[in-house]
């Protein structure tokens, strides 16, 4: 539940607008939730006056995921987020080809926990299957709204390449499109279909064939990372798809690893940090 006093400066707002305009909801999340002004129920279409006391309350939304337990590295938690750190191998959320065992059944068996209720995990981002590290599930539609909408989330990666990078920094701004059914993206123009993706690069130390970089992600493109360095001739170690194949790894070697957001609770910046999978501490 959520609370708030109206200002004076929005009186005559429909309850729908003020949490749309000033609260960052979204119009879906509105649509499963009960408003009480000033200790009485009403409709979402009802005008406020300065001074109202408005309380917002989340319906329940359910899930048909199966709870399964599951040991979670949780780095962080309050009422409104949970934050893990993903071990790789696992898929995120159910899809087509994998609806059995996914992080997502353990979360939903952690929130049945500690809740006792059957909750839907909304994922803020998504790692893919053998990518380890940072992931942010928001508990409301409250902090995903205001995640999505309202903050500059910063995020950064390790991976280790193939072969020696030369340049210490550099930034990669080729658009990524996906062509017919494969699994695969491309660098695509946009013109044909492909989206505007960005990718700075950092090189932190350099092996006899290999290399350790930091990568900050600027948009979210699918396989972004994977194929922004596998186009300079630098796939992710370990990466098949993408021509990393390698003996020393048995997956991409690429950890999200350092997160930094504003709090949707305290309105306050918070740094978070996972350490590197022991698959790629051995290997540097």
């Known amino acids: 539940m959520k609370k708030f006093v109206i ?33 009485k129920e009403v409709r979402p279409d009802k005008k406020v006056k300065p001074f109202n ?12 995921i199966e709870p399964i337990a599951m040991d979670l590295d949780i780095v962080y938690e309050d009422s409104e987020l949970l934050i893990l750190n993903k071990e790789p191998f696992i898929v ?53 709204a205001f995640l999505q909408d309202k903050v500059d989330v910063r995020k ?4 280790i390449v193939k072969g020696l990078v030369e340049k210490d920094e550099f930034v990669i701004e080729s658009p990524i499109g996906r062509v017919g059914e494969s699994l695969r993206r491309e660098i695509l123009s946009v013109d044909k279909g492909g989206q505007e993706a960005k990718t700075a690069v950092k090189v932190l130390k350099r092996f ?24 300079l001739g630098h796939p992710i170690m370990g990466d098949e798809l993408y021509g990393g194949t390698d003996g020393r790894a048995k ?13 949707p609770k305290t ?15 051995s290997i540097i």
Not at 267 to 281: I, S, T, V
């Open 7 to 39: 200002e004076k400066e929005y009186k005559g707002y429909t309850i729908k607008r003020y949490l749309q305009e000033v609260q960052n909801y979204s119009g879906r999340s509105i649509r499963n939730m009960k408003f009480i002004l000033d200790n």
């Open 156 to 159: 950064k990666y390790l991976a």
């Open 92 to 144: 995120v959320h159910p899809t087509l080809k994998k609806v059995d065992k996914t992080l997502a059944h353990g979360i939903v068996h952690y929130f049945l926990k500690t809740t006792g209720n059957i909750t839907v995990p909304r994922f803020y981002n998504r790692l893919d299957m053998n990518t380890s590290g940072l992931i942010v599930i928001t508990k409301t539609a409250y902090a995903q």
């Open 251 to 263: 997956r991409q070697l690429l950890h999200a690893y350092k997160l930094k957001l504003i709090n």
């Open 267 to 281: 309105k306050e910046e918070q740094n978070f940090e996972a350490d590197l999978p022991n698959d790629m501490k």
């Open 208 to 231: 006899e064939d290999y290399t350790l970089i930091e990568c900050e992600l600027f948009t979210g493109r699918t396989h972004q990372i994977r194929i922004h360095l596998s186009s």
């Open 53 to 64: 006391r408005l309380q917002v309350i989340e319906k329940n939304k359910g899930t048909n």
